[in-house]
Every structure is written in C-alpha cells, then in structure tokens.
C-alpha cells in the first residue's frame, strides 16, 4: 500500500515561501502522474498543479506564476516551492496520484499564510 507523507508547511507572512515535500513509499513517484491538492477550512479540496511522469506540469490558475511543482527522482519526492504566498494560500496541502483512482490520502501540511 501506498504511504504519502507530506511536509514543510509552517506559518509564513504573505509574501513569504514555503517549500512542501512529498515522500512516498510503496510506489515509484516518477511512474505516475502527481499532484499537490488543497483544502482550506470549509471548502473543498483543489488542485494546484501536477507533474507527469515525463516531467510536464499543470498549474492551477490561482498558483500559476508563484508555485512550482518538481520532483527528485532519485529520494522518490515531490516538491512544491510556493512564493509570493497570499492570505488566500491558506490550507491543508496535500500530495496524490492524479488519476482515476488515487492512494490512500496522508495526513497533509498546514499551510497558514499571515497578512
């Protein structure tokens, strides 16, 4: 079964970075699709971006310009830098297979944006 654990959340001022992890065990993230997902108290979980397997990405909208999703093959990671942050970034970060069916979800990153 596939582990995620996410990390690197923290509380920052707007207009600070963060850089999240994503480590996974049980599976090679670099065969998949990846995506980094949030969810901000009382909404629904969203996508912000995602990496295929051959290293193109997506960008929510909301991110495009101020994150960037990557990946360190050889430590099994996905890593989202997110700068220029806004009170609005605050949530719940957390990291999945982008795909029909995805794993089971980990307990995610706090990500609290002050303004």
């Known amino acids: 079964q596939v582990q995620l654990v996410e990390s690197g959340g923290g509380l920052v001022q707007a207009g600070g970075s963060l850089r999240l992890s994503c480590a996974a065990s049980?599976?090679?993230?670099?065969?998949?699709?990846i995506g980094w997902y949030r969810q901000a108290p009382g909404k629904q979980r969203e996508l912000v971006a995602t990496i295929t397997s051959t290293g193109s990405n997506y960008y929510a909208d909301f991110v495009k310009g101020r994150f960037t999703i990557s990946r360190d093959n050889a430590k099994n990671t996905i890593f989202l830098q997110m700068n220029s942050l806004k009170p609005e970034d605050t949530a719940v970060y957390y990291c999945n297979r982008f795909a029909n069916t995805s794993w089971k979800w980990g307990q995610g990153t706090q990500v609290t944006v002050s303004s």
């Open positions: 049980g599976s090679t993230l670099r065969m998949h699709t």
